[in-house]
Protein backbone atom coordinates (compact mmCIF):
# COMPACT_ATOMS: atom_id res chain seq x y z
CA UNK A 1 0.00 0.00 0.00
CA UNK A 2 1.14 3.57 -0.50
CA UNK A 3 2.53 5.75 2.38
CA UNK A 4 -0.86 7.65 2.73
CA UNK A 5 -2.80 4.42 2.98
CA UNK A 6 -0.48 3.09 5.68
CA UNK A 7 -0.84 6.53 7.66
CA UNK A 8 -4.55 5.81 7.35
CA UNK A 9 -3.95 1.84 8.58
CA UNK A 10 -2.18 2.92 11.42
CA UNK A 11 -4.89 5.55 12.86
CA UNK A 12 -7.68 3.27 12.03
CA UNK A 13 -5.49 0.66 13.90
CA UNK A 14 -5.37 2.87 17.24
CA UNK A 15 -8.75 4.41 16.54
CA UNK A 16 -9.82 0.68 16.96
CA UNK A 17 -7.51 -0.35 19.64
CA UNK A 18 -6.72 2.62 21.69
CA UNK A 19 -4.94 -0.12 24.76
CA UNK A 20 -2.01 -0.83 21.45
CA UNK A 21 1.18 -0.09 22.56
CA UNK A 22 3.84 0.83 20.29
CA UNK A 23 4.55 -3.25 20.00
CA UNK A 24 0.77 -3.91 18.61
CA UNK A 25 1.49 -1.33 15.74
CA UNK A 26 4.92 -2.98 15.09
CA UNK A 27 2.93 -6.45 15.00
CA UNK A 28 0.15 -5.17 12.48
CA UNK A 29 3.02 -3.93 9.82
CA UNK A 30 5.11 -6.73 10.23
CA UNK A 31 2.32 -8.92 9.62
CA UNK A 32 1.21 -6.69 7.00
CA UNK A 33 4.54 -6.91 5.10
CA UNK A 34 5.35 -10.86 5.75
CA UNK A 35 1.72 -12.30 6.89
CA UNK A 36 1.71 -15.49 8.68
CA UNK A 37 4.76 -14.86 11.26
CA UNK A 38 6.26 -18.41 10.54
CA UNK A 39 5.69 -21.67 8.51
CA UNK A 40 3.56 -24.40 8.92
CA UNK A 41 4.71 -27.96 8.64
CA UNK A 42 2.42 -30.00 10.52
CA UNK A 43 -0.99 -29.04 9.59
CA UNK A 44 -2.80 -31.54 12.18
CA UNK A 45 -0.66 -29.91 14.66
CA UNK A 46 -1.79 -26.87 13.62
CA UNK A 47 -5.19 -27.62 13.89
CA UNK A 48 -4.81 -28.79 16.85
CA UNK A 49 -3.54 -26.29 18.14
CA UNK A 50 -6.23 -24.13 16.89
CA UNK A 51 -8.97 -25.97 18.58
CA UNK A 52 -7.70 -25.30 21.80
CA UNK A 53 -6.85 -22.19 21.24
CA UNK A 54 -10.57 -21.38 20.22
CA UNK A 55 -11.41 -23.25 23.89
CA UNK A 56 -9.26 -21.36 26.08
CA UNK A 57 -10.36 -17.90 24.22
CA UNK A 58 -14.14 -18.29 24.72
CA UNK A 59 -16.53 -16.57 22.45
CA UNK A 60 -14.44 -15.08 19.96
CA UNK A 61 -15.03 -12.28 17.46
CA UNK A 62 -15.95 -13.20 14.17
CA UNK A 63 -14.35 -10.16 12.44
CA UNK A 64 -11.92 -10.13 8.91
CA UNK A 65 -9.60 -7.80 9.84
CA UNK A 66 -8.04 -6.43 6.64
CA UNK A 67 -4.08 -5.35 7.23
CA UNK A 68 -2.08 -2.80 5.35
CA UNK A 69 -1.33 -5.21 2.69
CA UNK A 70 -2.93 -8.23 1.24
CA UNK A 71 -3.00 -9.78 4.61
CA UNK A 72 -6.23 -10.23 7.15
CA UNK A 73 -6.24 -10.95 10.51
CA UNK A 74 -9.48 -14.10 10.64
CA UNK A 75 -10.80 -14.26 14.52
CA UNK A 76 -11.23 -17.85 15.68
CA UNK A 77 -14.83 -16.81 15.92
CA UNK A 78 -15.12 -17.67 12.35
CA UNK A 79 -15.80 -21.61 13.51
CA UNK A 80 -19.05 -20.52 15.12
CA UNK A 81 -19.90 -20.95 11.08
CA UNK A 82 -19.21 -24.12 10.41
CA UNK A 83 -15.29 -23.71 9.51
CA UNK A 84 -13.18 -26.74 10.81
CA UNK A 85 -9.83 -26.09 12.29
CA UNK A 86 -8.68 -28.58 9.76
CA UNK A 87 -9.64 -26.17 7.40
CA UNK A 88 -8.25 -23.16 8.93
CA UNK A 89 -5.19 -24.77 9.43
CA UNK A 90 -4.49 -25.82 5.62
CA UNK A 91 -5.57 -22.42 4.56
CA UNK A 92 -2.99 -20.95 7.51
CA UNK A 93 -0.33 -23.34 5.91
CA UNK A 94 -0.82 -22.26 2.69
CA UNK A 95 -1.06 -18.54 3.21
CA UNK A 96 2.63 -18.63 4.99
CA UNK A 97 4.52 -20.22 2.23
CA UNK A 98 3.25 -17.61 0.03
CA UNK A 99 5.56 -14.78 -1.01
CA UNK A 100 5.60 -12.02 1.18
CA UNK A 101 7.47 -8.47 1.26
CA UNK A 102 10.83 -7.57 2.81
CA UNK A 103 12.42 -5.16 5.45
CA UNK A 104 13.06 -2.44 2.91
CA UNK A 105 8.93 -2.37 2.39
CA UNK A 106 8.73 -2.81 6.35
CA UNK A 107 10.65 0.05 6.97
CA UNK A 108 9.27 2.31 4.80
CA UNK A 109 6.06 1.54 6.95
CA UNK A 110 8.13 2.05 9.93
CA UNK A 111 8.85 5.82 8.60
CA UNK A 112 5.10 6.52 8.22
CA UNK A 113 4.97 5.29 11.88
CA UNK A 114 7.60 7.58 12.90
CA UNK A 115 6.41 10.43 11.22
CA UNK A 116 2.93 9.52 12.62
CA UNK A 117 4.36 9.72 15.93
CA UNK A 118 6.56 13.20 16.02
CA UNK A 119 3.37 14.61 14.81
CA UNK A 120 1.45 13.51 17.74
CA UNK A 121 -1.13 11.68 15.67
CA UNK A 122 -0.15 9.04 17.91
CA UNK A 123 0.26 9.12 21.19
CA UNK A 124 3.80 7.76 22.02
CA UNK A 125 7.02 9.67 23.14
CA UNK A 126 9.01 10.19 19.55
CA UNK A 127 12.59 9.40 21.75
CA UNK A 128 11.57 6.19 23.17
CA UNK A 129 9.71 4.93 19.81
CA UNK A 130 12.81 6.40 17.92
CA UNK A 131 15.08 3.77 20.33
CA UNK A 132 12.61 1.17 20.42
CA UNK A 133 12.16 0.88 16.23
CA UNK A 134 15.72 1.50 16.10
CA UNK A 135 16.83 -1.94 18.57
CA UNK A 136 14.20 -3.73 16.71
CA UNK A 137 16.04 -2.85 12.89
CA UNK A 138 18.98 -3.65 14.68
CA UNK A 139 18.42 -7.09 16.18
CA UNK A 140 16.73 -8.04 12.33
CA UNK A 141 13.12 -7.56 13.14
CA UNK A 142 12.16 -10.40 14.90
CA UNK A 143 8.59 -11.45 15.36
CA UNK A 144 7.18 -9.61 18.31
CA UNK A 145 4.00 -10.31 20.38
CA UNK A 146 1.15 -8.28 21.30
CA UNK A 147 1.07 -6.34 24.44
CA UNK A 148 -0.17 -7.09 27.82
CA UNK A 149 -2.57 -4.36 27.16
CA UNK A 150 -3.47 -5.18 23.99
CA UNK A 151 -3.75 -8.79 25.37
CA UNK A 152 -6.03 -7.70 28.12
CA UNK A 153 -7.92 -5.75 26.49
CA UNK A 154 -9.12 -7.39 23.26
CA UNK A 155 -8.18 -10.87 23.81
CA UNK A 156 -7.12 -11.78 20.13
CA UNK A 157 -7.43 -14.81 19.12
CA UNK A 158 -6.99 -15.06 15.13
CA UNK A 159 -4.72 -16.48 12.07
CA UNK A 160 -3.11 -14.22 9.69
CA UNK A 161 -4.49 -15.54 6.05
CA UNK A 162 -3.63 -14.44 2.49
CA UNK A 163 -6.63 -12.78 0.83
CA UNK A 164 -6.83 -15.51 -1.70
CA UNK A 165 -8.27 -17.43 1.07
CA UNK A 166 -9.91 -14.62 3.17
CA UNK A 167 -12.60 -14.42 0.33
CA UNK A 168 -13.09 -18.05 -0.09
CA UNK A 169 -14.07 -18.20 4.04
CA UNK A 170 -17.92 -18.68 3.36
CA UNK A 171 -17.57 -21.41 0.51
CA UNK A 172 -15.03 -23.45 2.71
CA UNK A 173 -17.54 -23.00 5.83
CA UNK A 174 -20.52 -24.00 3.50
CA UNK A 175 -18.12 -27.27 2.67
CA UNK A 176 -17.25 -27.91 6.29
CA UNK A 177 -20.79 -28.39 7.01
CA UNK A 178 -21.89 -30.39 4.00
CA UNK A 179 -19.09 -32.74 4.85
CA UNK A 180 -20.17 -32.71 8.48
CA UNK A 181 -23.30 -33.64 7.23
CA UNK A 182 -22.71 -36.15 4.33
CA UNK A 183 -20.14 -39.18 3.75
CA UNK A 184 -19.20 -37.44 0.10
CA UNK A 185 -19.67 -33.95 -1.35
CA UNK A 186 -20.75 -32.69 -4.92
CA UNK A 187 -20.28 -29.01 -5.79
CA UNK A 188 -20.72 -27.04 -8.80
CA UNK A 189 -18.57 -23.88 -9.97
CA UNK A 190 -20.53 -21.80 -11.91
CA UNK A 191 -19.25 -18.22 -13.67
CA UNK A 192 -18.70 -16.86 -17.03
CA UNK A 193 -15.22 -17.23 -18.89
CA UNK A 194 -11.98 -16.11 -16.97
CA UNK A 195 -13.81 -15.77 -13.51
CA UNK A 196 -11.69 -18.16 -11.43
CA UNK A 197 -13.29 -21.39 -12.22
CA UNK A 198 -10.18 -23.54 -12.62
CA UNK A 199 -8.11 -21.44 -10.14
CA UNK A 200 -10.74 -21.89 -7.29
CA UNK A 201 -11.28 -25.47 -8.21
CA UNK A 202 -7.13 -25.91 -7.69
CA UNK A 203 -7.24 -23.77 -4.81
CA UNK A 204 -9.89 -26.48 -3.42
CA UNK A 205 -7.75 -29.49 -4.12
CA UNK A 206 -4.92 -28.09 -2.33
CA UNK A 207 -7.24 -27.56 1.22
CA UNK A 208 -9.21 -30.61 0.30
CA UNK A 209 -6.80 -33.31 0.05
CA UNK A 210 -9.46 -36.11 -0.55
CA UNK A 211 -11.05 -34.45 -3.79
CA UNK A 212 -11.81 -35.40 -7.41
CA UNK A 213 -12.21 -32.30 -9.50
CA UNK A 214 -13.97 -32.47 -13.03
CA UNK A 215 -13.88 -29.93 -15.94
CA UNK A 216 -17.10 -29.11 -17.96
CA UNK A 217 -15.01 -27.70 -20.64
CA UNK A 218 -14.19 -31.62 -21.22
CA UNK A 219 -18.05 -31.83 -22.05
CA UNK A 220 -18.01 -29.41 -25.36
CA UNK A 221 -20.17 -30.63 -27.90
CA UNK A 222 -19.18 -33.17 -30.42
CA UNK A 223 -19.42 -31.99 -34.39
CA UNK A 224 -22.53 -33.98 -35.09
CA UNK A 225 -24.26 -32.20 -31.81
CA UNK A 226 -23.99 -29.19 -33.17
CA UNK A 227 -26.85 -27.98 -34.64
CA UNK A 228 -28.66 -24.32 -34.57
CA UNK A 229 -31.69 -26.46 -32.57
CA UNK A 230 -29.28 -27.17 -30.06
CA UNK A 231 -27.71 -23.58 -29.57
CA UNK A 232 -30.84 -22.24 -29.24
CA UNK A 233 -31.25 -23.96 -25.84
CA UNK A 234 -30.00 -22.10 -22.85
CA UNK A 235 -26.72 -23.97 -21.90
CA UNK A 236 -26.90 -25.96 -25.41
CA UNK A 237 -23.17 -25.75 -26.12
CA UNK A 238 -22.37 -28.52 -23.24
CA UNK A 239 -22.83 -31.95 -23.86
CA UNK A 240 -24.77 -32.10 -20.40
CA UNK A 241 -26.30 -35.59 -20.65
CA UNK A 242 -23.02 -37.16 -21.46
CA UNK A 243 -21.81 -35.13 -18.12
CA UNK A 244 -24.68 -36.47 -15.93
CA UNK A 245 -24.36 -39.83 -17.32
CA UNK A 246 -20.62 -40.09 -16.85
CA UNK A 247 -20.27 -37.85 -13.96
CA UNK A 248 -23.01 -37.50 -12.35
CA UNK A 249 -24.99 -40.66 -11.87
CA UNK A 250 -21.50 -42.45 -10.59
CA UNK A 251 -20.36 -40.46 -8.12
CA UNK A 252 -23.72 -39.61 -6.55
CA UNK A 253 -24.24 -43.23 -6.12
CA UNK A 254 -20.00 -43.40 -4.99
CA UNK A 255 -18.85 -45.37 -7.73
CA UNK A 256 -15.80 -43.94 -10.24
CA UNK A 257 -16.39 -41.97 -13.28
CA UNK A 258 -15.18 -43.34 -16.33
CA UNK A 259 -15.40 -40.95 -19.50
CA UNK A 260 -14.02 -39.48 -22.45
CA UNK A 261 -12.62 -35.92 -22.24
CA UNK A 262 -13.26 -33.61 -25.36
CA UNK A 263 -10.14 -33.17 -27.15
CA UNK A 264 -10.57 -29.16 -28.76
CA UNK A 265 -8.02 -29.53 -31.45
CA UNK A 266 -9.36 -33.01 -32.98
CA UNK A 267 -12.91 -32.51 -32.51
CA UNK A 268 -12.80 -35.84 -31.07
CA UNK A 269 -13.32 -37.84 -27.73
CA UNK A 270 -9.63 -39.21 -26.00
CA UNK A 271 -9.35 -41.84 -24.43
CA UNK A 272 -11.21 -43.03 -21.03
CA UNK A 273 -10.53 -41.29 -17.67
CA UNK A 274 -11.18 -43.37 -14.95
CA UNK A 275 -11.47 -41.06 -11.68
CA UNK A 276 -12.52 -42.45 -8.02
CA UNK A 277 -15.50 -40.24 -6.07
CA UNK A 278 -13.60 -37.91 -3.26
CA UNK A 279 -15.06 -37.06 0.09
CA UNK A 280 -15.57 -33.75 -1.94
CA UNK A 281 -16.31 -34.01 -5.77
CA UNK A 282 -15.98 -30.81 -7.43
CA UNK A 283 -17.52 -29.91 -11.19
CA UNK A 284 -16.33 -26.96 -12.20
CA UNK A 285 -16.53 -24.84 -15.77
CA UNK A 286 -20.25 -22.71 -16.96
CA UNK A 287 -23.15 -24.99 -17.81
CA UNK A 288 -22.41 -27.34 -14.96
CA UNK A 289 -25.03 -26.61 -12.77
CA UNK A 290 -27.63 -25.97 -15.59
CA UNK A 291 -31.36 -26.84 -14.30
CA UNK A 292 -31.25 -30.45 -15.80
CA UNK A 293 -28.32 -31.12 -13.43
CA UNK A 294 -28.86 -28.79 -10.10
CA UNK A 295 -30.50 -31.84 -8.57
CA UNK A 296 -27.52 -34.35 -8.04
CA UNK A 297 -25.36 -31.06 -6.32
CA UNK A 298 -24.87 -30.71 -2.52
CA UNK A 299 -23.76 -26.99 -2.90
CA UNK A 300 -22.62 -24.58 -5.90
CA UNK A 301 -20.96 -21.19 -6.10
CA UNK A 302 -21.00 -18.43 -8.67
CA UNK A 303 -18.04 -16.39 -9.56
CA UNK A 304 -19.33 -12.97 -10.37
CA UNK A 305 -17.01 -10.89 -12.58
CA UNK A 306 -17.71 -7.35 -14.12
CA UNK A 307 -17.27 -7.07 -17.45
CA UNK A 308 -14.21 -5.31 -17.51
CA UNK A 309 -12.55 -7.21 -15.56
CA UNK A 310 -13.58 -9.90 -17.97
CA UNK A 311 -12.92 -8.58 -20.81
CA UNK A 312 -9.23 -7.73 -20.14
CA UNK A 313 -8.39 -10.85 -18.28
CA UNK A 314 -9.63 -12.87 -21.38
CA UNK A 315 -7.09 -10.65 -23.94
CA UNK A 316 -4.30 -11.48 -21.61
CA UNK A 317 -5.02 -15.32 -21.32
CA UNK A 318 -6.19 -15.86 -25.07
CA UNK A 319 -4.31 -12.49 -26.94
CA UNK A 320 -6.76 -10.68 -29.36
CA UNK A 321 -7.99 -12.97 -32.02
CA UNK A 322 -9.07 -15.21 -29.12
CA UNK A 323 -10.04 -13.67 -27.13
CA UNK A 324 -12.70 -11.75 -29.95
CA UNK A 325 -13.88 -14.92 -30.53
CA UNK A 326 -14.80 -15.47 -26.62
CA UNK A 327 -16.57 -11.61 -26.76
CA UNK A 328 -18.48 -12.81 -29.98
CA UNK A 329 -19.56 -15.87 -29.43
CA UNK A 330 -19.14 -17.65 -26.18
CA UNK A 331 -19.43 -14.97 -23.68
CA UNK A 332 -23.04 -13.93 -24.85
CA UNK A 333 -23.94 -17.74 -24.99
CA UNK A 334 -23.03 -17.56 -21.70
CA UNK A 335 -24.84 -14.77 -20.50
CA UNK A 336 -28.46 -16.07 -22.07
CA UNK A 337 -27.76 -19.27 -20.28
CA UNK A 338 -27.30 -17.12 -16.79
CA UNK A 339 -29.94 -14.74 -17.66
CA UNK A 340 -32.10 -17.47 -19.00
CA UNK A 341 -31.57 -19.96 -16.02
CA UNK A 342 -31.11 -17.23 -13.43
CA UNK A 343 -27.88 -19.49 -12.94
CA UNK A 344 -26.60 -17.34 -9.57
CA UNK A 345 -30.01 -17.11 -8.36
CA UNK A 346 -30.27 -20.63 -7.83
CA UNK A 347 -26.45 -21.23 -6.59
CA UNK A 348 -25.76 -21.61 -2.94
CA UNK A 349 -23.73 -18.52 -2.55
CA UNK A 350 -21.81 -15.59 -5.26
CA UNK A 351 -18.04 -14.88 -4.88
CA UNK A 352 -17.19 -11.67 -5.74
CA UNK A 353 -14.37 -11.14 -8.46
CA UNK A 354 -10.58 -11.50 -6.99
CA UNK A 355 -8.60 -8.57 -6.34
CA UNK A 356 -5.19 -9.08 -8.21
Known sequence: MSPASTEQFLLEQYTGHPASQLQDLRKALYQSVFGCEH????????????????????PCSREIEALDGPWSRVQLGVLADGLTPETLSRMFARSAAMSHGDADALQEKLTVLRRLIRSGALPYSPAEAD???????????????????????YRPAY???HRTYVR?????????RALAENPRVLLAIEGGAASGKSTLADLLTAIYPDTALFHADDFFLRPEQRTAARYAQPGGNLDR?????????????NKAAVYRPFNCRTLSLREPV????????????????????????????????S?????????????????????????????TYFHETDTQGRCTLALKEEIR
Open 131 to 153: AELDDWRKNGFPVCRHSEEYRAA
Open 241 to 253: ERLESEILIPISR
Open 307 to 335: PETQRSRILKRNGPEWGQQFFDRWVPLEQ
Open 159 to 161: RVL
Open 39 to 58: LITDTSAAAEGIRREAAEAG
Open 168 to 176: LLPLLAAID
Open 274 to 305: TVLPGRLNIVEGSYSFHPELARYYDLSVFLDI
